[in-house]
């Protein structure tokens, strides 16, 4: 399954005040529409590529729900990081057979994660805070980075209510680190939103969500969480509460203060 986009995706992504002025634009108009507008809008206010980032999570499902089923011209990546649950393997296999559309994959770069693990152990990034962001840095950043290289926008699947960092940042604005558009199209929406979604639409969802997983990312670094948990308690649960629940692919900082 190939992912085709129109050719004028493929042009050069415009300059920075160019993709600032417009997100301040979808930032206004987001409030008032849905999931498929804001991101059909989005699409047709920006004139570069627009990559969706997808880990299957609740969230990124119904994102993914509203990108295929309307065929928005929206590019679907996600990073297999070599530790994910077999239960995320299933929920991309469903994905992709739900909607006829292949979602690339990205894997680490190999002579580096080799080094790494032989350096450190396989289980290696519980030895500190830093070996767990070096850990992250190769299995998902470094792949992100390739993912958003040459692009104008990124779709996340952020939710205001998720963490203090995440109620933090806007609809859309300029991530000066990856210079681009960042898009957070579900900010504004609560969890119960999200699933009501994505039964109404029956979304396939990864079923660890069923067994108190909030959040899910790799297994050895993800647990179930508690109903009074917050919602990422359930990441690097080992580390304190203010080394920050976050791998290094969203950090805080994203807002229309930083569009430069
Ligand atoms: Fe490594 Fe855990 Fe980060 Fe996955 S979540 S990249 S296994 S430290």
Request: glycine share 6%; net charge neutral.
């Amino acid at each position: 399954m190939n992912q085709l986009l129109p050719q004028h995706r493929l042009q050069n992504r415009p300059d920075l005040h160019s993709l600032a002025a417009i997100g301040l634009r979808l930032a206004e108009a987001f409030p008032h529409l849905d999931l498929g507008e804001r991101l059909a809008v989005a699409c047709e206010a920006i004139p570069g590529r627009i990559v969706f980032t997808t880990s299957f999570g609740l969230e990124d499902q119904a994102i993914a729900h509203a990108i295929l089923s309307r065929d928005i011209a929206i590019e679907l990546v996600t990073f297999d990081t070599g530790r994910l649950f077999p239960e995320t393997h299933e929920v991309w296999e469903a994905t992709e057979a739900r909607y006829g559309r292949g979602i690339r994959a990205l894997l680490p770069e190999r002579h580096a994660l080799e080094a790494w693990v032989a350096r450190h152990g396989i289980n290696g990034f519980r030895a500190s805070v830093e070996t767990r962001q070096a850990c992250c840095a190769l299995r998902k950043v470094e792949p992100l980075m390739r993912a958003l290289n040459g692009a104008a926008a990124w779709v996340t699947g952020i939710r205001a209510e998720q963490s203090p960092e995440r109620a933090m940042m806007p609809f859309a604005a300029v991530d000066s680190e990856h210079r681009l558009l960042k898009l957070n199209p579900l900010l504004d929406w609560t969890r119960d939103r999200v699933w009501k979604f994505v039964r109404e639409h029956a979304v396939p969802y990864n079923a660890l969500h069923d067994r108190g997983f909030l959040s899910i990312g790799c297994a050895p670094c993800t647990r179930a969480v508690a109903p009074d948990e917050p919602e990422r308690a359930g990441r690097w649960w080992w580390e304190q509460p203010e080394q920050q629940k976050e791998c290094g692919l969203h950090r805080p900082g994203d807002s229309p203060a930083h569009q430069k």
